[in-house]
C-alpha cells in the first residue's frame, strides 16, 4: 500500500537526520521525500499500517505530518 503523507520536512539534510529512524521503525518499506512539492510530499510504500508510526516519527523529531487522502 502507497501512504501520502503532507510534511513540514524542507532539506535534504532533515531527510539524511530522519533515514536512520525511518529504517529502524518502517522496515521493509521504500519512501521518498519530494521537497519541490508544496506540501513537501513523503511517499511510503509498505505492506504494514504505518500510518501514526510515520506521524509519531515526524513530530517526535519537529516535524509536521498528515495523511493526504486519497
Known amino acids: 500500500m502507497i501512504y501520502v503523507f503532507k510534511t513540514s520536512v524542507k532539506t535534504k539534510k532533515a531527510i539524511k537526520g530522519l533515514v536512520s529512524k525511518f ?7 521504500k519512501w521518498n521525500f519530494d521537497l519541490e512539492d508544496c506540501d513537501k510530499i513523503l511517499r511510503i510504500d509498505s505492506q504494514f499500517e504505518i500510518r501514526e508510526t ?4 515526524l513530530e517526535d523529531n519537529d516535524y509536521e505530518c498528515a495523511e493526504l487522502p486519497d
Open 23 to 29: 529504517k529502524h521503525l518502517i522496515p521493509n518499506s
Open 54 to 57: 510515520t506521524i509519531k516519527l
